[in-house]
């Protein structure tokens, strides 16, 4: 093992790491706020219907946004303490949602109902039944619930299981910390994972620039013998899970298609690490480490936030800024989110805020397209973005859809390898709303 | 010499005499009927093929038509004349429709509200409103990119001062640009209405006054002002309806904020001073 290196045949860049800024750094507790700021809506489905009202007192661990829906995972306070309001507030991936407010107390009293269980005997029901009320969802950046991911239909065979380490996505290292820091949690999410789905074979890809994570799991794993690492050469979007798939099992996800139509079920490391934590110890999901990181602040460190902390509070843990910010992006640069204010709560999704100093932020010039076709080489999809660009400025979203659009990733590769500076993952992305509004619509 | 000219003339003209025959024939025979009614109402069509009707072009909307699957009242561009048109060849009646058209109802131009980021993304309005709903403080405005003046067929849509503004003569209420919105603060409008709600901020009114000068407050006067039950606050924004609305323009006098639009120089000699 970690002789061979694994990487998928075609496309992918290959971007500054920038990750020395933290990966050498441990994990630590953030300090949390007086006032925390829970919306109801951390996932990918319908949002929470709130279970509580202003002036109720809350502890932590509690339910606090009852799931509305399949697609969908309940909501925790991170402390104890009493709600103060419910309102609209900005959240990191656009629109206003309803957010709860609750004054901390700080004496984090747990909730009556959080009872560990000992994981070598749970059945598949109860991991599953815990998946979903401890509010699991892919912690990678996509926020899917996991339970929706754990529960395939029966016609669907799963025979093998992922979890993914690659964190291919610069500047990130959180992910990294977590398996050089917790392995034993990383393999245990695993093995839960893999006896609820009733699969024998199990991998965990991690990317080469992290031999001390590989280390790290390898001796976890000890002698359990149908878990592989695969190390996986580094590259982005080495992460991306319909790579990721072909590189560990040369099956191709078909277009349009999930993973689990080729038998494979894909989850994150943190997701895997937070389904063992959740079941020992049975704490919600209530905090996840989130990197703070690059130039633009003072002190980049690994820490682990309880969800509602702003991140103006997380900027003081860190020493404060360290000059005027160009951007400040949750998630990384090649796929993250740049952000207006600084009062903005951490959630599920949040896996890391990169600062940008002014310098680094530039505004190209966009020029005309020159047809030198590096976007298709890059694509890890193997779509065509600067036709599916084209079409989408000039507004002819039904030509991106029989270019399958649908299917892009949004990694990004192909606006940063194009000479042109021309904004393709941004129509492309466009493209892809449009046609799933149209969709919707039509229904 | 010359039957070399002449064999070939012969009897290549011969075979195409003999084919023309044979597709004039084919043609008279195999002839498929098409209803006289379809190629009608094509002709009083306005033939520009938005596509407004839901159906694929006007050719499309006539085949409906004809067929009976489409009301004859289905092409909105081409409103109650053309209504009649299809009316009289289809030997219906057709109902008289008021002509309506449509209006961005926001007010809140560069001047009036703020922005909360600069927005440096494509020129697309729903581009924009992916990124934290958009530029603009307030959630609910035009944004001024353009989404709709580029759908528009008719080139009745121009952007002035960062807002979306509707050209009523060059409206044809084909609702292209209803649909493409983002915010939906494009509605279709009766064109007899004076009086028409600029905002359609559901926020509260503390919040509105923070990012727009011109938005609704929700403090309710223009319900109180109206004598005729036509406007109601719903969501934290007043809502005229259209059908009870007799363009007094008493709220639009009243409205603290003057988010509420009205004609005045048309406004009817009986309303004049109503309010005092």
């Known amino acids: 093992m970690g002789f061979e290196l694994f990487s998928f045949f075609k496309g992918g860049v290959h971007p500054p790491g920038n990750k020395h800024f933290t990966e050498d750094k441990p994990i630590e507790k953030a300090k949390v706020p007086a006032l925390v700021y829970i919306p109801l809506q951390q996932h990918i489905g319908a949002p929470c219907e709130p279970t509580v009202k202003p002036g109720d007192q809350v502890k932590m661990g509690q339910v606090i946004g009852q799931q509305k829906g399949h697609v969908c995972a309940p909501i925790h306070s991170s402390v104890s303490g009493k709600v103060k309001s419910i309102i609209p507030f900005a959240t990191a991936h656009g629109s206003k949602i309803q957010t709860i407010v609750i004054e901390n107390d700080g004496l984090d009293t747990p909730a009556e109902s959080i009872i560990g269980r000992n994981v070598d005997e749970v059945s598949a029901q109860e991991i599953l039944d815990t998946v979903l009320n401890a509010g699991i969802v892919g912690l990678g950046n996509a926020t899917f619930p996991t339970h929706v991911k754990l529960s395939p239909p029966a016609d669907k065979v799963i025979e093998a299981v992922i979890l993914n380490g690659a964190e291919c996505e610069p500047y990130l290292t959180a992910d990294h910390r977590l398996m050089v820091e917790e392995p034993d949690a990383v393999v245990g999410g695993l093995r839960l994972i893999m006896r609820v789905l009733d699969v024998e074979t199990g991998y965990i890809g991690i990317e080469d620039n992290k031999p001390d994570a590989i280390a790290a799991i390898e001796k976890a794993i000890g002698d359990y013998p149908n878990i592989t690492i695969k190390t996986l050469k580094t590259k982005y979007p080495q992460g991306c899970e319909r790579n990721l798939i072909e590189t560990i099992t040369g099956r191709q996800v078909p277009s349009g298609g999930l993973p689990m139509d080729v038998g494979i079920i894909v989850n994150n490391v943190t997701t895997a690490a937070q389904i063992y934590k959740s079941v020992s110890t049975g704490m919600p999901l209530i905090e996840r480490t989130v990197t703070i990181t690059g130039r633009g602040i003072n002190n980049p460190r690994n820490l682990l936030v309880r969800f509602g902390t702003l991140v103006s509070d997380v900027i003081e843990e860190c020493g404060g800024l360290s000059c005027e910010p160009g951007k400040i992006i949750i998630g990384g640069p090649m796929m993250g989110v740049a952000q207006h204010t600084m009062d903005i709560p951490i959630t599920k999704g949040v896996s890391g805020i990169v600062f940008m100093p002014r310098d680094e932020v530039k505004e190209e010039e966009i020029l005309p397209c020159i047809r030198c076709a590096k976007c298709i080489q890059v694509c890890p999809i193997r779509l065509m973005p600067l036709s599916i660009s084209a079409h989408s400025l000039r507004g002819e979203y039904d030509t991106c859809e029989t270019l399958h659009a649908l299917d892009c990733v949004e990694c990004g590769a192909c606006s940063y390898i194009c000479p042109s500076k021309r904004p393709l993952q941004e129509s492309i992305k466009l493209a892809k709303q449009v046609i799933i509004d149209r969709r919707r619509n039509e229904n | ?276």
Do not use: W
């Open chain 2, 1 to 276: 010499m010359l039957i070399d000219i002449l064999m070939p003339v012969l009897s290549l003209g011969g075979m195409s005499l003999l084919f023309g025959a044979g597709l004039a024939f084919a043609s008279q025979k195999f002839a498929i009927g098409t209803d006289p009614k379809e190629e009608q109402i094509r002709q009083v069509l306005p033939g520009v093929n938005c596509g407004a009707c839901g159906y694929p072009g006007c050719d499309g909307f006539a085949a409906a038509v004809a067929a009976g699957q489409a009301p004859i009242t289905g092409c909105t561009v081409g409103g109650s004349s053309v209504a009649q048109d299809i009316g009289l060849i289809m030997g219906l009646e057709a109902e008289e429709t008021q002509r309506k058209v449509a209006k961005v109802l926001c007010a809140g131009d560069c001047d009036k509200a703020t922005n909360k980021y600069h927005y440096d993304g494509i020129e697309d309005c729903v581009a924009a409103s992916m990124l934290a709903d958009g530029p603009k403080e307030c959630s609910f405005g035009c944004l001024g990119l353009g989404t709709c003046v580029r759908a528009c067929p008719f080139d009745a849509i121009y952007i002035d001062k960062g807002i979306a503004v509707v050209d009523e003569e060059k409206c044809t209420g084909c609702e292209i640009c209803v649909a493409v919105c983002p915010k939906n603060i494009i509605e279709m409008i009766p064109v007899s209405s004076q009086v028409q709600v600029m905002c359609k901020s559901e926020d509260k009114g503390r919040d509105v006054r923070k990012y727009c000068t011109v938005g609704c407050i929700a403090c309710k006067i223009c319900e109180r002002a109206c004598e005729y039950d036509a406007i109601k606050v719903e969501n934290n924004v007043a809502r005229i309806d259209y059908d009870k609305c007799v363009n007094c323009m008493v709220c639009a006098e009243k409205c603290p904020t003057k988010s509420i639009y009205a004609d005045f120089e048309n406004r009817r000699p009986e309303f004049v001073g109503m309010s005092n």
